[in-house]
């Protein structure tokens, strides 16, 4: 067991090392992951199709004609306008307006903004929820890891939708029916944080019971390190890379949880739409002739996911040796 | 685990199938917008709720097809002097448990109606007596001439006085109620249908009740009642035969109903008036940041909101032309001198004007109380509203809700809690007298506790109270109706309410089934023939 102790010493302490800005950039060009990457097309157009929605979602007010949150800039008699290359189109609603007079192009890329910000907040919220609890469980054992995971089992058996459901109505029972629409995101963004903390505990918890019985973390343990450098600094970071594949697969899902709450009205209110209440309004009219108000809040969400989720498979992918 | 999932898919679109293959003949399947929360027939004054009611339970009197007043539990009455009727009751009627329907059990239906928790107060008079003469005969003792007495009672529904007992049920069921009564799950009516299960917001049973008194005017055994409260799954479950009957046809499907060969549109003017209210009681708003002050106290204020909004735009471009724009709190069928009134213009720039007189030149917020399942595209009307009143500076915070939880929030047993309101009311008499005592007359009437019941808005003028006390014992129609031109015209000029239009009736009905289609929007299936397959 000792004979080992120098080498991974050294191994741990090494990338904490590195700082030189011009040492990072070849270190991700020279990367497996990045080699895998570039190999890959439907990679770099997932990764294309990704980055072109979180730039819309940032500069919508830029480019959009007109605030669909602000009801002052919504004109009735501007309503259910078809999309600009249709007979009835008109400028400049390039894809057409729904019943309010609402510019549906301009309510995707506001609605954009909500479901990312509820998801990467989402994310991080449960991602850091759930990393904690997994640190803790497997690093302490005993009560305190049989507690959290008993816990994770009993939510496990539950689909997320229902435990956001359930912290949405319970959090909405004890604030009364009003809540102004930002109160609301953080109501969507603590919802969706507190169902899928679970994989990320179990995970990070499996990881650390590996790493614990490492010579590494005995020496930390040896040389008199507390127990909290030892879990953020040496056993964390040997954490991470599964972690990354469940947080980029979470934010489809998490963004998918953001569009079924409000689709099911208990989301965003219409006045402050996400994709999700987009969706929501359209469907009444889905079959009316009126197909645009739905279609492309639709297929906005679905290239989302799609990119998100084809980002996160290769991903997996790629930082599994075990497929190299 | 792909297979697995594929086989359960499999098996789940297999159920599905099975469970919607076409409906067996002379079963009735019918879905409305809204769900049936509460069967206790005193809890909630809502259209669909009383014509849900109405299959379970019968009041003393009812009304036919075209409305009008007929015999029901009492098989005939008669005024023995103008404060003095005697109501002769129907014998040999049981309750759907078999207990025999007397007199006391309309006593006790008359105490129920208007104890605390009831939300039918206004449509007993609250000094009126009831004596019972024999089994089969009670009295009533009014301490003024009433002569519309009865045209209110259609909606009164006479309960068991013993089942009620027996279950803990004497007190009726408030709105507000968050945990359901005995009386609010189950039902003992002496109706033509029988409920057999009731799961709220899921699905109610109706079996036909063979014992009943009436002669059937269908050919039912059983209706299926689910509420489906997306626009397009309804109207979908109507073109595939799922159901038979949908109230209502969303309007932007009513071309495609009707041009589907399966399902028409059943349309008719409504008689109920979609109006906008303003809290003018408290001296605060409930939700508003203007504190210390009601900015609708100010008369220009309630003015401003009148003008900013455009009820033709909102009947070109929400309600797709069907809708009629009204100046009046009540419908022009149900008032002769409707035609003398018009509404005022949209007028944004003198909107503006008098809310800076007011001083509110930069507008004030407001929350919006709204229902999303009750009336036509409710929730459409007031993101518009929303939208016109951000015109004039007013940020308007609108909260759109089921209507179980809107009713429970907004109306007297809620505790009137509501700003700014949208509401849709159709008086339950036919008759003025029912807008200008329920909506328009004053709450909080020592003489009269249940005047203004339904005046969400506290609205409150004395001279109009006097005029409508006149109305409803004055019996020469001439006179009456411009008494009643008179009341409407103070409202107006205190811009007490905003009403905006009457919406259509459109209910969607398949080929198979014929049916009577009411003014006042009640979906009454006992006056439904389905076609045998």
């Known amino acids: 067991m000792s004979d080992a102790v120098v080498p991974h010493k050294t191994d741990a302490g090494a990338p904490a090392a590195h700082a030189s800005a011009s040492g990072w950039f070849t270190r991700v060009i020279e990367s497996d992951l990045f080699y895998s990457f570039c190999r890959s097309k439907l990679t770099i157009t997932a990764a294309l199709v ?45 894809l057409g307006t729904d019943e309010q007079g609402r510019d549906v192009l301009s309510a995707i890329l506001y609605g954009l903004r909500i479901s990312l910000v509820v998801g990467v907040l989402g994310v991080a919220f449960s991602g850091a929820l759930g990393i904690l609890l997994g640190l803790i469980a497997g690093y302490v054992g005993g009560a305190v890891d049989s507690l959290i ?43 969706i944080g507190l169902s899928f903390w679970v994989q990320y505990a179990r995970t990070v918890r499996g990881s650390v019971l590996v790493e614990k019985s490492k010579d590494y973390i005995a020496a930390a343990q040896l040389i ?85 989720n084809l980002l996160g498979d290769w991903l997996r992918d790629a930082l599994n040796p075990k497929l190299r | 685990m792909s297979v697995r999932q594929n086989l359960l898919a499999a098996i789940v679109a297999a159920m599905v199938a099975v469970a919607a293959s076409p409906a067996s003949s002379q079963v009735l399947r019918y879905a409305n917008q809204g769900e049936l929360k509460s069967l206790d027939p005193y809890t909630l004054k809502e259209t669909t709720t009383i014509a849900h009611h109405a299959h379970v339970y019968e009041g003393l009197v009812g009304r036919d097809k075209d409305l009008k007043i007929v015999p029901a539990l009492a098989e005939s009455w008669e005024t023995l002097d103008p404060t003095h009727w005697r109501f002769h009751l129907r014998k040999g009627v049981k309750f759907h448990n078999g207990d025999p329907f007397t007199a006391d059990d309309v006593l006790f239906s008359a105490d129920r109606v208007r104890a605390n928790g009831s939300n039918f107060l206004s449509n007993v008079p609250g000094d009126a007596k009831f004596v019972k003469v024999d089994d089969y005969t009670v009295d009533v003792m009014l301490s003024a001439p009433n002569p519309i007495l009865i045209s209110q009672w259609d909606g009164w529904y006479i309960m068991d006085k013993k089942w009620s007992e027996e279950h803990d049920s004497i007190a009726p069921t408030p709105a507000s109620a968050t945990t359901p009564s005995y009386a609010a799950l189950h039902e003992n009516g002496t109706g033509p249908f029988i409920i057999e299960s009731h799961q709220p917001g899921v699905k109610t049973v109706f079996k036909v009740n063979p014992n009943w008194w009436g002669k059937p005017e269908h050919n039912l055994k059983e209706i299926i ?59 605060e708003l409930l939700y508003s940041n203007v504190k210390g002050k009601n900015p609708f106290k100010d008369i220009r204020v309630r003015e401003a909101f009148y003008k900013a909004i455009d009820v033709d735009l909102i009947k070109n471009r929400v309600m797709r032309g069907l809708s009629t724009p009204s100046a009046l709190m009540i419908a022009p069928q149900l008032f002769a001198l409707s035609k003398d009134f018009t509404r005022p213009k949209a007028d ?36 518009a509203v929303v939208g016109m009143l951000a015109r004039i500076g007013v940020k308007v915070d609108l909260l759109a809700q089921p209507k179980a939880q809107y ?58 109270d006097a005029l409508a006390d006149k109305i409803l014992v004055e019996s020469d129609t001439a006179k009456r109706d411009q008494m009643i031109k008179q009341a409407f015209e103070i409202a107006i000029k205190d811009w007490a309410y905003i009403p905006l239009h009457q919406q259509a009736l459109s209910w969607g009905v398949s080929k198979k089934v014929k049916l009577t289609q009411r003014a006042d929007n009640q979906v009454l299936l006992y006056w439904a023939t389905k076609q045998e397959e």
């Not at chain 2, 799954?233 to 159901?243: D, M």
């Not at chain 2, 036919?430 to 969400?456: F, M, W, Y």
């Open chain 1, 224 to 308: 008199g390190l507390p127990a909290p450098v030892i879990m953020l600094r040496h056993v964390l970071p040997n954490t991470m890379s599964p972690i990354l594949v469940i947080a980029t697969i979470n934010l489809a899902l998490a963004i998918i949880t953001e569009a079924t709450l409000s689709f099911l009205g208990s989301g965003m209110p219409d006045t402050m739409p996400s994709l999700g209440t987009l969706i929501r309004i359209g469907n009444n009219y889905l079959f009316s002739g009126e197909w645009w108000i739905v279609a492309f809040p639709g297929f906005a969400l679905a290239a989302l996911i799609l990119s998100i």
């Open chain 2, 225 to 283: 009642f689910t509420p489906i409260a997306s626009d397009a799954t309804r109207v979908a479950a109507l073109l595939s035969g799922e159901v038979d009957v949908i109230e209502p046809v969303p309007i932007q499907d009513i071309q495609r109903v009707n041009a589907s060969g399966v399902a028409t549109v059943m349309n008719g003017p409504e008689l109920r008036t979609i109006f906008l209210g303003m809290d003018q009681a408290r001296d």
């Open chain 1, 149 to 191: 995971m008993r816990i994770a089992d009993v939510q496990l058996t539950f689909p997320a939708i229902l435990i956001a459901l359930l912290v949405n109505g319970v959090v909405k029972s004890v604030f009364g029916n009003r809540l102004d629409a930002a109160s609301m995101l953080g109501v969507l963004v603590l919802a």
């Open chain 2, 407 to 464: 009713f429970g929030k907004v109306l007297k047993p809620g505790g009137y809690k509501t700003s700014f309101y949208l509401l849709g009311w159709t008086p339950a008499s036919q008759d003025s007298h029912n807008v200008l005592h329920d909506i328009l007359g004053c709450r909080d009437d020592p003489k009269d506790p249940t005047r203004g019941e339904a005046n969400l808005a506290g609205y409150c003028n004395k001279e109009l």
């Open chain 2, 348 to 383: 944004i720039d003198g909107a503006k004007k008098l809310m800076a007189e007011a001083g509110y030149a930069d507008g004030f917020e407001v929350t919006m109380d709204c229902p999303n399942d009750r009336y036509v595209n409710d929730a459409a009307i007031c993101q």
């Open chain 1, 50 to 94: 990704t980055l072109l929605f979180f730039l819309l979602a940032i500069f919508a007010p830029l480019i959009s004609v007109q605030n669909p949150f602000d009801p002052a800039q919504l004109q009735l008699i501007n309503s259910r306008i078809p999309p600009l290359w249709t007979a009835d189109g008109q400028t400049p609603f390039l």
